[in-house]
């Protein structure tokens, strides 16, 4: 069955970075696309960014642009959020989802605290 873990969130303060993984399972991670959501306390869950199959186009929310990446690793089944220069407004949990056959697929979400 399908399975997303996400891992490496945490608490930093302003200004600092965070590379959030999520490791996939139970698919053909190489042919689809992929896509980092985040929640925030009280607040719907917002789309962050999508990278697309193996032409790994990407797309940004206009709030993480220029200060996220999203990258892929289809020899590990592993997606990834580089984020830098975090500010407090980017607290939240961060989840990784997946569409397949018109069905959505979440992980359980990690924890990403930004606090002095």
């Known amino acids: 069955q399908v399975q997303l873990v996400e891992s490496g969130g945490g608490l930093v303060q302003p200004g600092g970075s965070l590379r959030l993984s999520c490791a996939a399972s139970?698919?053909?991670?190489?042919?689809?696309?992929m896509s980092w959501y985040r929640q925030a306390p009280g607040k719907e869950r917002d789309f962050v960014a999508r990278?697309?199959?193996?032409?790994?186009?990407?797309t940004y929310a206009d709030s993480v642009k220029g200060r996220f990446t999203i990258s892929r690793d289809n020899a590990k089944n592993t997606v990834y959020l580089q984020m830098n220069s975090l500010k407090p407004d980017d607290t939240a949990v961060y989840y990784c989802?997946?569409?397949?056959?018109?069905?959505?697929?979440w992980g359980q979400g990690t924890q990403v605290t930004v606090s002095s």
């Open positions: 989802k997946l569409v397949r056959y018109q069905t959505d697929y």
């Open positions: 139970g698919f053909t991670f190489s042919a689809y696309a």
């Open positions: 990278i697309s199959l193996p032409g790994a186009t990407t």
